[in-house]
């Protein structure tokens, strides 16, 4: 009886450098020691210029492999189908001057959004009135009101996107790190059929 062999392939990795793809690049592997270990440096695909920046490396081409070089073994696969392999480019570190620049031009941006927000729905005028209510007193600038308002504003976005600088108020994800992920996850998954060559065009 042959001995069976569990692969599970990985969703998706990224390299920095063309070049020979081995088996546990790509997926994960459960035989016994001496086998699992041959079988981890078994070369799969090899990546060319040709590629560009995206490979598709389906199961069904793997297991044809190993069956046709290990023919006294029986591959069982578990999980995803695929391995997206993404070919990143290494980009020199941004200097100070330019994320700085890009840091005030997307400063000023929420700003002016905020204040058109602001004055769309006439806010200071709601100030004024409620100042008014709550005081008796005609007020053009209810201080007192505006400075905790505007600090409210602030601490409500670091509560929402869930982050300070680093570090994490907890372990829930930010709403734009969930937006993120399914960005991610339509992108991998059209990626997915469009380049994997044994699918339908």
Same mark, same amino acid.
């Given at each position: 009886?042959?001995?069976?062999? /569990? ?6 990795? &990224? ?47 793997? !297991? ?6 290990? &023919?006294?073994? $029986?591959? #069982?696969? +578990? ?11 290494? @980009?020199?570190?941004? &200097? !100070?001057?330019?994320?700085? @620049? ?14 058109? %927000?602001? /004055?769309?729905?006439?806010?200071? $005028?709601? #100030?004024?009135?409620?100042? =008014?209510?709550?005081?008796? $007193? +005609?007020?053009? /600038? ?6 905790? =308002? ?10 929402? %996107?869930?982050?300070?600088? #680093?570090?994490? *108020?907890?372990?829930?994800? &930010?709403?734009? $790190?969930?937006?993120? *992920?399914?960005?991610? #996850? ?7 059929? =469009? ?7």
């Amino acid at each position: 009886m042959s001995e069976v062999v /569990y692969l599970r392939m990985k969703k998706n990795i &990224s390299i920095t450098s063309l070049g020979q793809i081995t088996l546990k690049e790509i997926a994960h592997i459960s035989a016994s020691e001496p086998l699992q270990q041959e079988l981890e440096s078994t070369p799969i695909y090899r990546v060319t210029k040709k590629d560009r920046n995206v490979v598709i490396v389906d199961s069904f081409l793997i !297991i044809d492999h190993l069956n046709k070089t290990r &023919s006294d073994l $029986e591959f #069982q696969l +578990v999980g995803p189908t695929h391995t997206l392999i993404r070919v990143q480019k290494q @980009f020199k570190k941004p &200097s !100070i001057l330019v994320v700085a @620049f890009v840091w005030l031009i997307l400063f000023i941006g929420a700003a002016m959004t905020i204040m058109n %927000f602001h /004055y769309d729905v006439s806010m200071q $005028e709601v #100030q004024q009135k409620l100042h =008014y209510l709550l005081t008796g $007193e +005609v007020n053009a /600038y209810p201080l007192w009101m505006q400075i905790p =308002y505007s600090l409210g504003i602030g601490a409500g976005m670091l509560l929402f %996107f869930n982050h300070w600088f #680093q570090k994490r *108020f907890n372990e829930e994800p &930010s709403p734009l $790190e969930v937006e993120i *992920f399914n960005y991610q #996850q339509e992108m991998d998954q059209y990626l997915s059929h =469009y380049e994997n060559k044994l699918n339908d065009n």
